[in-house]
């Protein structure tokens, strides 16, 4: 219904609000040359990525009209656009004009599509300058990116890893996509015994997370974690989640990700983890200190908001793009949450998620994320998005040893901030967590454990100083780091030493 009236209000300001376009979109005729008029095939579209990444990397807003246009057409020529009047008016309520310039913007769409309102908008955010529209010419977008009112215009559904790498994908769907639910008998030497019965996991110890607790446990902290979930199996996560040493704290679920090819569909399909991911990296960052004999979280007294925001952690396709755009946006709105952590991304940058991870900054939020998805078709980048973003903390997995290495399938560069060790040098064994399933473990790795266990660090700093900011926090972590006061070129400041982090 709400849906509905935003239309019909849209149409109403349109019909009568004409006078206050921009002339910059008034309807020119645009020649589109002959040898433009086929759209690429999504094979062609990906060569041509492919070769700007060789080049450096890849933004939409430097891709020609053709490409922008032929990678609608393979993805139901869905189109995001972020307007306003700089490229930093990304938020509606900041926005002196934001109402007049989307009217004017579909408009501008209607006109040349030659189509209505109803069959033009398909969302238009509440808190974000950006809407998704259908567009089928490419004479629209030519249109369209003549404005100086566009932020940017990308295509919504243009689905690369499922073009790339389909054959990858199927030989392994549950390596390439991070998803498992599997349950593995821990080895002795992989964690300690303490009390009241938890498994310490080995990694914890790299990092004296053990003796910080002496100081802090996470009390009184918000972490929210954008992920595939949490399982519905797991009690530790559920109705225990206070349990053993961790009391008087609260674990949260929301949904965000809508199971559906159709764009228009709004129905998500609830908290549930259907993936196992996200049910391991609430784990690793707030599992209760329990007495079940299983493994404990680093900030095992912090509270827990957790967002099923996509279904797996390559975020391709509108939905989990969209998904995690909203998780981003009602974290930033949830004034108890003060850390977000995400483990999951894209090769390159995705313009709605960048505008929902500016808004939850905006915010006063901690971000941690991961520098590279363990995934067998992402390695072949350096930092990915949204890690690479000056808003986020950029985390890496490294192994075990006296020198830091980068685990198997993680990612290094200029942009990480803190390594956390999670994999063994002779066993190749990783960090202990609960399982999917009750009574059960299991291992987890990558860059995607190591940024999960980076915020329960943070949770414990924010924990020990709740009086201080955001960068009070941070600065902390940095002076714990093992190469502070320098920053080293491919893993930042390295390994937090969380006791020094909490004293």
């Keep these: 219904m709400s849906s509905k009236l935003l239309k019909l209000s849209i149409v109403f300001v349109l019909i009568f609000a004409s006078c206050s376009r921009d002339e910059t979109l008034q309807q020119d005729t645009i020649a589109v040359p002959i040898i433009q008029k086929e759209p690429l095939t999504a094979k062609q579209v990906n060569a041509q990525i492919d070769e700007a990444f060789s080049r450096g990397g890849f933004n939409w807003n430097n891709a020609s009209n053709h490409l922008l246009w032929s990678a609608s057409v393979n993805g139901q020529n869905l189109i995001t656009i972020g307007f306003g009047n700089s490229k930093n008016d990304f938020e509606r ?16 769409i209607m006109q040349y599509e030659d189509s209505t309102l109803e069959k033009t908008l398909v969302s238009a955010d509440p808190y974000l300058n950006l809407i ?3 567009i089928t010419k490419q004479e629209t977008i030519i249109a369209l990116r003549k404005s100086n009112l566009i932020r940017y215009i990308e295509p919504a559904d243009y689905r690369y890893f ?10 392994s769907s549950s390596g390439s996509s991070g998803c498992g639910f599997e349950a593995t008998a821990l080895s002795a030497a992989d964690y300690t015994t303490i009390t009241p019965n938890a498994k310490a996991p080995w990694t914890f110890y790299q990092h004296n997370i053990p003796s910080a607790w002496n100081y802090s446990t996470g009390a009184g902290v918000t972490i929210g974690i954008v992920d595939t979930g949490v ?63 299983l493994p404990v979280g680093v900030a095992y007294n912090a509270n827990l908001v957790v967002y099923r925001a996509a279904s797996n952690v390559v975020l391709d396709g509108y939905h989990e793009q969209n998904g995690v755009k909203n998780a981003f946006t009602a974290l930033g709105n949830n004034a108890k949450v003060k850390i977000i952590s995400m483990s999951m991304g894209h090769i390159f940058s995705v313009g709605k998620i960048e505008d929902g991870v500016r808004y939850a900054y905006g915010k006063g939020k901690l971000i941690f994320c991961a520098g ?41 560069g200029s942009k990480i901030d803190f390594t956390v060790v999670m994999q063994r040098a002779a066993s190749g064994n990783t960090v202990p967590v609960d399982s999917y399933y009750d009574n059960q473990s299991d291992y987890v790795g990558g860059s995607s454990v190591a940024t999960a266990t980076t915020a329960g660090i943070a949770a414990l700093v924010w924990s020990k100083n709740p009086s ?11 002076q714990a780091g093992n190469f502070y006061p320098n920053k080293n070129a491919e893993f930042g400041y390295g390994n937090i030493n969380a006791l020094l982090a909490v004293q």
């Excluded at 674990?251 to 990700?257: F, L, N, R, T, V």
């Excluded at 998005?385 to 192994?399: D, I, L, Q, R, Y």
């Design 162 to 171: 499922a073009v790339q790498h389909s054959e990858e994908r199927s030989a």
């Design 132 to 134: 998704d529209v259908v």
């Design 231 to 293: 399982s519905p199996n797991q009690s530790l996560l559920n109705a225990n989640f206070n349990d053993g040493l961790s009391t008087g704290r609260t674990i949260q679920k929301y949904g965000a990700y809508v199971d559906s090819i159709w764009p228009w569909s709004t129905g998500t399909d609830g908290p549930n983890d259907q993936c196992g991911h996200g049910t391991s990296m609430s784990s690793v960052a707030c599992a209760p200190r329990n007495d079940n004999g």
């Design 93 to 108: 309520a900041k926005s002196a004009n934001s109402a007049q310039i989307q009217q004017s913007l579909l408009s501008l």
């Design 468 to 478: 201080w900011t955001r960068t009070q926090v941070l600065t902390k972590m940095r």
């Design 372 to 412: 590279g998805t363990s995934t067998s078709f992402t390695t072949f980048v350096g930092v990915i998005f949204p890690a690479s973003m000056a808003e986020c903390v950029a985390v890496t997995g490294v192994k075990e040893g006296a020198t830091i290495q980068k685990c198997d399938d993680c990612h290094s």
